[in-house]
C-alpha cells in the first residue's frame, strides 16, 4: 500500500512539474525546437534545472543496496548503440517536433480535455501495438 501512495503522488509531483513547466503545451515545446526561427529558450532552463536535481540524486541513489520500494534497480541491460535504437529515436524525436507532445506530457495533458491530446495518445498506443506486432520485443 505504501507503494502505491508513493506512485501516486511521484506521478502527481511529474504532472503538476510538466504542467508547470508548460511541457504539456505543445505551442511551448514546438518553440522550444525551432532554433531557427521563433525560438523559445525557456524550457532550456527546466531541464537544466531537472537535471542540477536528478544528477546529484543519481550520485546517491545508485550508492544505495537497492530502491527502497522495490526489490531491486531496474535497468536496462543493453547498451550498445543499434539501427533499432536510432530508428526509434528517430521517430521519437520526429513525432516530437511534428506534434509537440510525447508520452509523458502527452499523458499529463489529458487534464485539460484536448481532442488532439487524446489522437495523439490513441496513435501512440496503436503504434506500439504494431511495434509489438510486427517486431519481437527484445531483452
Known amino acids: 500500500m505504501a507503494s502505491l501512495v508513493a506512485f501516486f503522488i511521484s506521478g502527481l509531483l511529474f504532472g503538476l512539474g510538466l504542467a508547470v513547466s508548460q511541457m504539456v503545451n505543445p505551442a511551448k515545446v514546438l ?79 489529458l487534464a485539460y480535455f484536448k481532442d488532439s491530446t487524446v489522437i495523439f495518445l490513441l496513435a501512440l498506443f496503436a503504434g506500439m501495438g504494431l511495434h509489438r506486432f510486427f517486431l519481437k520485443p527484445r531483452d
Open 31 to 109: 518553440a522550444f525546437l525551432d532554433v531557427a526561427g521563433d525560438w523559445d529558450p525557456s524550457l532550456a532552463f527546466v531541464m537544466a534545472g531537472a537535471l542540477m536535481v536528478a544528477l546529484p540524486a543519481f550520485h546517491f541513489i545508485f550508492r544505495r543496496e537497492g530502491p527502497v520500494l522495490t526489490p531491486k534497480f531496474s535497468l536496462p541491460l543493453r547498451q550498445e548503440i543499434d539501427p533499432r535504437l536510432l530508428l526509434g529515436a528517430a521517430l521519437f524525436g520526429i513525432g516530437w517536433g511534428l506534434v509537440g507532445l510525447c508520452p509523458g506530457p502527452a499523458v499529463a495533458s
